[in-house]
C-alpha cells in the first residue's frame, strides 16, 4: 500500500494521528493492519473524482469497515463508515497519492463536542432548544 504514496506524502488518520512521509505512512499501516484490522474488510462504496489539472485531482472515496478487532470492552466492533480524501498526481512512476486523510462518518451529527469528562462526542445543534 505505501508504494502508492509520494516518498514526502502526508496522511492524517481518523483521529488526527499525521505521518509525514512514506516510510512513517507504511508503519502506521503494517502496525494497523497487523493488531487492528487483521480480519477487517474495506468496501468502497462511492467515489468522486475532481480534476485539478490534467495530472492532479483530489479523489473522495466513501468506505464500509467492518471486522475491526475487539477493544477495552468492545468484543464484537461494529461496522464503521468513514470518507478517505486523496490528493494524487501523475508523474514519471504512474499515479501516486501527495496527501490523504481518514474521516469517521457519524451519522445524524453535525460536529464534535469535548463535554465534562473531556470525552469526545458527536452533536446535532438542530435538535437543540434554545432558551
Known sequence: MASLFEDD???VNVTGIWWHDREA??????????RIFPDSTLRIMHTRVKWLAETVA????????EGQS??????????????????VRHG??????????????IPGKETLVR???GQ???????????P
Do not use: M
Open 9 to 11: 506524502a502526508e496522511f
Open 115 to 117: 463535554d465534562a469528562d
Open 58 to 65: 483530489v479523489v473522495h472515496a466513501r468506505i464500509r469497515l
Open 92 to 105: 514519471p512512476d504512474g499515479w501516486r497519492c501527495a496527501s490523504a486523510q481518514n474521516t469517521d462518518i
Open 25 to 34: 505512512i507504511r508503519k502506521a499501516h503494517a502496525y494497523g493492519l497487523t
Open 70 to 87: 475487539p477493544v477495552e470492552g468492545v468484543e464484537a466492533p461494529g461496522s464503521r463508515a468513514s470518507i478517505f480524501s486523496f490528493v
Open 120 to 130: 469526545l462526542r458527536g452533536v446535532d445543534y438542530r435538535q437543540r432548544k434554545d
